[in-house]
């Protein structure tokens, strides 16, 4: 062998060392790891409860929509109800217009969420709440979507998915989403400016 031969393999060898981390490299890098994941689970985990009250508050929207449609095109009342104390919420056809509503559906809110009702306070208002409950069947709230498009003068004026304390989380007055009637009456919607509830 000649002794160019031998610097070439010792040269690749020198350079296969050195290609690898050292322990200590390593032990420093997963080190680091821990200290930003340590900094930023928190944020994260807000983050991630605040898009869990957003879903919510969204699917809750869309079946208000999905009763407005249903009661003017099937031409029957339909009943969005909202159970503050089992954590869930549904909509179905009036009971009083036929069989039971093969197409009627609930959801439960996630387990970290409570639902709260700012309902308003007027006798009618009060006598159509507990009419429309009693007819479903069930202890809840009642939103009634018409046949014309209007909705009923018993539903809450604001329906608000917050975080539960019981989760072992402070919440603040202002920890939420809203989903309140819109000016006209006609719909619910998430509002833009949701301090105004906050403050409620």
């Known amino acids: 062998m000649s002794p160019t031969g031998n610097r070439q393999t010792s040269r690749s060898a020198d350079a296969a060392h050195r290609a690898g ?11 680091l790891l821990v200290v930003v994941l340590a900094l930023v689970a928190p944020s994260l985990g807000n983050f991630f409860r605040g898009r869990t009250l957003d879903s919510e508050a969204r699917r809750f929207v869309s079946l208000a929509r999905f009763g407005e449609s249903r009661a003017v095109s099937e031409g029957i009342p339909m009943l969005l109800w909202i159970d503050v104390r089992q954590g869930s919420y549904g909509l179905a056809a009036e009971p009083t217009y036929g069989a039971t509503d093969p ?6 809110v996630g387990r970290d969420v409570v639902i709260e009702i700012l309902a308003p306070a007027s006798a009618a208002a009060r006598r159509e709440q507990a009419q429309a409950s009693a007819r479903l069947g069930r202890d809840a709230t009642v939103v009634r979507f018409q046949p014309d498009g209007f909705i009923g003068e018993g539903g809450p004026e604001v329906v608000a998915f917050r975080p539960d304390p019981k989760a072992g989380r402070k919440v603040e007055p202002g920890d939420g ?24």
């Open 21 to 31: 981390f050292t322990l200590i490299e390593l032990i420093l890098v997963m080190a």
């Open 103 to 108: 197409h009627a559906v609930s959801y439960e």
């Open 177 to 200: 989403v809203w989903v309140a009637r819109s000016q006209n009456g006609l719909h619910y919607e998430i509002p833009t400016n949701q301090f105004l509830y906050a403050r409620r």
